[in-house]
């Protein structure tokens, strides 16, 4: 090459098609796959730079010799990495980006040109990702989680009257309740330590910015559990863990007025239920709803959701929460209100349930690998984190800025209203005048 062609090689950004022409060359690729390249497809310095690995999927490339292909690979690698500040320049990645490579392109490469499989998450045009909150997905998953409640309560009703009759099944053995004296407002205490928690997460709720993601997943992860739950209730009855329970059976079968009668008689006390949250200090009282705790739940998942979505240096948040979570448990056992394995059940599946959800929503590289997969398992997961492209991060608003949301809310609501009154009214008018117009015509042709 002359002085002039080797001071431009240089500078990638100005090959031209014969440079990349005698580069390739000099690399020792195929007179075909150069034919290919810069004959047919007249392959400049700057397409060569920008190549990713969605162009090694599809022709020409695809069409290479697999020596070829893998060689143009790693020299696209290598002219990437000595031209970062160029690729910058052009805004084609960011400050912070190894290379063309990460800028959220991918397919079935990943595992044949890396050296390891990759589990960070896509981003978009931009580089940077992106956290709707899509407000109707939120709506969705607290209707979803107001349906399950209904129906944990309905099963509650149901499995209290198949409760094990006290004198036939005495309390099974346990080795926690079998130690430990009964305290009777121990149960009383684990609710009270439950709304503190309760009052905790919604206070994170108002502050976060991401609060509409945060509501869906703890919706529809909640639902998911509690339905799980009626399953298990259903399946098996277990004795009442203490003799100071008083459970006998409300609806016995026969004595009611008809199948309607005890239907709606069984649908009143879900509805007792339901409403006071399946909580005794709100007057509830149920029996047989033993496997799994749904107390130990509802602490266990408040308290991940917690430590989740607060700074981390807020440790001293996170320990109360995990205190509160613990203690929580203890007093439902201290209470014999459940069994041990009710409660180390419940722990597990809901800890499992968190951290798999998580997990799959942080690397959505494991869910676009087999997505068919994972919207036959997890179809909530499919439907409510299809456009969540990474991590969730803990950014909170100040009160001011949620104040200007709500205003901009009800400003952008009242336009809506007042444009739709609008088009109604300019449509009334139109069918008036036309309506008019009709019968000053009729008048004419009589």
């Known amino acids: 090459?002359?002085?002039?062609?080797?001071?431009?090689?240089?500078?990638?950004?100005?090959?031209?098609?014969?440079?990349?022409?005698?580069?390739?060359?000099?690399?020792?690729?195929?007179?075909?796959?150069?034919?290919?390249?810069?004959?047919?497809?007249?392959?400049?310095?700057?397409?060569?730079?920008?190549?990713?690995?969605?162009?090694?999927t599809t022709d020409p490339l695809s069409s290479l010799n697999l020596r070829d292909r893998k060689s143009l690979y790693v020299l696209c690698k290598l002219l990437q990495r000595e031209n970062q500040s160029v690729l910058v320049e052009l805004g084609i990645v960011d400050n912070h980006a190894n290379s063309i490579f990460t800028h959220g392109?991918?397919?079935?490469?990943?595992?044949?040109?890396?050296?390891?499989?990759?589990?960070?998450?896509?981003?978009?045009?931009?580089?940077?990702?992106?956290?709707?909150?899509?407000?109707?997905?939120?709506?969705?998953?607290?209707?979803?989680?107001?349906?399950?409640?209904?129906?944990?309560?309905?099963?509650?009703?149901?499995?209290?009257?198949?409760?094990?009759?006290?004198?036939?099944?005495?309390?099974?053995?346990?080795?926690?309740?079998?130690n430990v004296p009964h305290i009777p407002w121990a149960f009383d205490m684990c609710e009270v330590t439950g709304t503190i928690m309760f009052t905790i997460w919604l206070v994170v709720l108002v502050f976060h910015k991401h609060r509409f993601i945060l509501m869906r997943r703890f919706f529809a992860m909640s639902g998911t559990v509690f339905l799980l739950r009626c399953v298990t209730m259903l399946i098996t009855s277990l004795s009442v863990p203490g003799s100071h329970l008083q459970c006998q059976p409300r609806n016995r079968p026969g004595v009611s007025g008809g199948v309607f009668a005890d239907l709606a008689q069984k649908l009143s006390q879900a509805y007792v239920i339901w409403r006071g949250a399946g909580m005794s200090i709100q007057g509830v009282r149920t029996c047989g709803d033993y496997m799994f705790s749904g107390h130990t739940v509802a602490l266990t998942m408040l308290n991940f959701f917690i430590t989740e979505?607060?700074?981390?240096?807020?440790?001293?948040?996170?320990?109360?929460?995990?205190?509160?979570?613990?203690?929580?448990?203890?007093?439902?056992?201290?209470?014999?209100?459940?069994?041990?394995?009710?409660?180390?059940?419940?722990?597990?599946?809901?800890?499992?349930?968190?951290?798999?959800?998580?997990?799959?929503?942080?690397n959505q590289t494991l869910m676009q690998r087999d997505s068919t997969r994972t919207k036959v398992w997890f179809p909530l997961f499919s439907y409510f984190e299809s456009s969540i492209e990474g991590i969730v991060p803990n950014e909170y608003e100040s009160p001011g800025e949620i104040a200007n949301n709500i205003c901009r809310f009800f400003h952008g609501l009242y336009g809506d209203i007042r444009l739709h009154l609008s088009a109604a009214a300019k449509n009334s008018t139109q069918t008036v005048r036309s309506i008019s117009r009709t019968v000053i015509e009729n008048n004419k042709d009589k």
């Open 1 to 56: 090459m002359s002085n002039e062609s080797e001071s431009s090689i240089n500078n990638v950004l100005s090959w031209t098609t014969e440079d990349v022409r005698a580069h390739l060359e000099k690399e020792c690729f195929e007179w075909s796959t150069v034919k290919v390249l810069c004959d047919e497809n007249r392959l400049d310095g700057k397409c060569l730079l920008v190549l990713n690995e969605l162009d090694f």
């Open 105 to 178: 392109h991918y397919s079935k490469l990943d595992s044949e040109y890396c050296e390891s499989e990759r589990i960070s998450p896509p981003v978009s045009d931009d580089g940077r990702p992106k956290y709707p909150p899509e407000k109707t997905k939120a709506l969705i998953s607290f209707m979803y989680v107001v349906i399950v409640t209904w129906i944990t309560a309905f099963v509650m009703v149901i499995v209290h009257d198949r409760v094990p009759d006290m004198k036939k099944y005495p309390p099974l053995p346990d080795i926690f309740l079998d």
């Open 309 to 362: 979505y607060t700074p981390r240096p807020i440790y001293y948040l996170h320990t109360l929460s995990w205190m509160m979570n613990m203690f929580g448990i203890f007093f439902i056992l201290a209470a014999h209100e459940h069994y041990s394995i009710d409660v180390f059940v419940a722990f597990y599946i809901t800890s499992r349930l968190f951290l798999y959800y998580h997990t799959l929503a942080n």
